[in-house]
């Protein structure tokens, strides 16, 4: 009988910790809220404030070079950005790296050819990862031209879709 209870608790503190190891992995936003206002140095040297994206559809995008899922997630987006830039669509990317040159050398070899790039030195440690409690990566936020998370970590094929409803609406 006592055995029984010692499985028993084990168990519960198992599904505890993973409840709360699952909880402590996820970004700081969802769907439904304003994304926050930041700055950032881009990988060209320029200043820029997210809030200079309002009025467009912006996926802000936290991947890292040495990240196998992202770097296999990068070319839908490049399709997505192609697809739908003209229609007032961005991508924000921040790479959350060791090695700057490692980053430009991604940026460059994945053909990620939107101007906006900015590059958190020292893991998930900077002030965007910590901002946005990102602990894993590749994590997206696709936002609305009103600064409105419309969704969080969505596959290609589900941003695909959004964006195509949202700009054939307008």
Not at 47 to 62: A, C, I, M
Request: proline share 5%.
């Amino acid at each position: 009988m006592h055995a029984r209870y010692l499985k028993i608790g084990l168990v519960l503190i198992g599904a505890v910790l993973a409840f709360f190891f699952y909880r402590y992995r996820q970004p700081r936003f969802v769907a439904g809220e304003k994304v926050p206002d930041f700055t950032a140095v881009l990988a060209d040297g320029k200043t820029v404030r997210f809030s200079d994206l309002r009025g467009k559809y912006v996926l802000l995008q936290f991947w890292g070079s040495w990240c196998g899922p992202c770097r296999a997630e990068n070319p839908h987006l490049v399709d997505l950005y192609q697809k739908y830039h003209p229609q007032g669509f961005e991508i924000f990317s921040v790479g959350i790296e060791q090695n700057r040159r490692a980053w430009q050398v991604a940026i460059e070899k994945d053909g990620l050819v939107w101007p906006y790039h900015t590059v958190e030195l020292g893991s998930f440690g900077g002030e965007l990862p910590r901002l946005f409690n990102i602990r894993s990566i590749p994590t997206t936020f696709l936002v609305n031209p009103d600064g409105v998370i419309m969704g969080v970590r969505l596959n290609s094929d589900r941003m695909d879709e959004m964006l195509q409803a949202a700009l054939s609406s307008r």
